[in-house]
Structures are given as structure tokens and as C-alpha cells.
């Protein structure tokens, strides 16, 4: 029978998108999230994730969100020290992956001192699927020995995938119970498939950070409302 994975992405970004995530997993379909380890609730994340060890915690790697926490990464900062926006860093000539992939690994470290272990890696902005990247990310998994998530541009070698595929549609107007539907659907062919969500309850962190909120509130109604179709089961 295939396996749906609902993982739910910005763990850490505020007590609101944790508590969310939380009770869309204990009373809905959440199984699995993605921490930001740079954010005003990371450590509010790493107590629910010890207090609900049935929730599997991965890395959600930045480089568009907050301030880095390594020494050295120039090539990733504006001139306040905070991570440049999503469309420079996507600039080659601006990034340097060498900057990157001693960034990332000080994120993989610090979540590993929170004495958690990973269920896998993904990315803010899915910049871990960028050509460019590709170098950083198989290092990463040379090191690591960790799953990604599959929407790479173009697969990095030696590097295992979380689930068979991938889908991103539960996102703005795709958000409610039809669309669900269609996905699982489209995917029946597939193993595992992995639906990536936001759900969250507004707070004035995330407010302030993020301009998806209104549709976060919806997607932790429909994740607690949810009912899989027939042949499908959880992961």
C-alpha cells in the first residue's frame, strides 16, 4: 500500500507555526516537520519535539530566512548580517558554496546538539534543489547519511530521497480537502509520496516574518480535518 507523508515545513519559525504543527499532528495528519534552527522559536521547537517523540523532526536548511550561525559566510549576507532575500541568493555569481555548505553544516550540528536525531533535510525556499548546490548537497550527504527531499533540479549523487516523490499544491488556493484528493490521485503509481504544508497559528513573530498567514490558518483547519482515501496509509 502507498505512504503519504505530510511534512510540515517552518518548525522554529514561532511558538504560533510550532503549536500548529503540533496539533495537526497529534489530532490530524502531520507526521513529520522540518525545524529552522536560526529562529525566535527553535527552542520552543526542540522541547515539543522531545515532549512528542511520535513527531519526526528534520532540518529545514536556510539561507533566505534570519541570521547565519556560522563565522565567515560573506558571500550569504547583506550588510546588516542577515541572510540575503530569496532572489539573490539564487544568483550565482553572488553565492559562494563553499559559504553554504559551512553553513548547513553548522545548522545540521546545532540541531544534532539538541541531542535530536533527523529524519531528514529539505530547505527554505527549496534552495537545496538548485543546480548550483549540487556539490554542497552531496557532500552533505556523504557526511550525513540522511534522506532529502525529492524536488531536486538535478539529482545530486549517492543521495537517498525521503519519499519516491514529492508534491507541493497544498499551498494557497490549493489548500483544502479536494485538492488533497486530486494529489493522492495523481500519485497512485508512486511508493511514498511526500505533501509538503504550513499550518500554523498566527503570533506576531510570524506576522512580521512571513506574508503566507491567513492561508497557514487554513491549512491547520483542513490537516485536522482530513480523511485519506482508500489505499492509501500514513508514513
Same mark, same amino acid.
Given at each position: ?11 522554529? $519559525?514561532?511558538? +504560533?507555526?510550532?503549536?500548529?504543527? #503540533? *496539533?495537526? !499532528?497529534? %489530532? ?83 540541531? $544534532?546538539?539538541? +541531542?535530536?536525531?533527523?529524519?531528514? #533535510? *529539505?530547505? !527554505?525556499? %527549496? ?93 491547520? *483547519? ?14
Amino acid at each position: 500500500m502507498p505512504t503519504v507523508v505530510f511534512n510540515a515545513d517552518d518548525f522554529g $519559525l514561532s511558538r +504560533g507555526v510550532n503549536y500548529g504543527i #503540533l *496539533d495537526c !499532528h497529534l %489530532h490530524g495528519v502531520v507526521s513529520s516537520t522540518t525545524m529552522l534552527v536560526n529562529m525566535p522559536g527553535t527552542r520552543h521547537a526542540v522541547a515539543l519535539a522531545h515532549q512528542h517523540p511520535s513527531l519526526r523532526v528534520g532540518v529545514h536548511l536556510a539561507l533566505t530566512i534570519g541570521t547565519p550561525l556560522a563565522d565567515n559566510v560573506p558571500s550569504l549576507t547583506n550588510q546588516f548580517g542577515q541572510f540575503r532575500p530569496l532572489l539573490e541568493q539564487r544568483n550565482e555569481r553572488l553565492i559562494n558554496p563553499a559559504d553554504v555548505l559551512r553553513e548547513w553544516t553548522k545548522q545540521i550540528e546545532t540541531f $544534532l546538539d539538541f +541531542g535530536l536525531t533527523p529524519s531528514h #533535510l *529539505d530547505s !527554505h525556499h %527549496h534552495i537545496h534543489n538548485w543546480a548550483h548546490l549540487r556539490p554542497v548537497i552531496e557532500e552533505l550527504a556523504a557526511v550525513y547519511q540522511l534522506p532529502w527531499r525529492q524536488n531536486f533540479e538535478e539529482m545530486p549523487r549517492q543521495t537517498q530521497l525521503y519519499t519516491e516523490a514529492f508534491d507541493e499544491r497544498f499551498y494557497k488556493q490549493g489548500v483544502n480537502h479536494k485538492e488533497l484528493d486530486t494529489i493522492l490521485d495523481d500519485h497512485k503509481g508512486v511508493q511514498s509520496v511526500e505533501i509538503m504544508c504550513h499550518p500554523a497559528y498566527a503570533d506576531t513573530t510570524l506576522t512580521s516574518t512571513s506574508s503566507y498567514v491567513r492561508e497557514r490558518l487554513k491549512e491547520t *483547519d483542513v490537516l485536522m480535518t482530513y480523511t485519506l482515501p482508500d489505499g492509501w496509509t500514513l508514513k
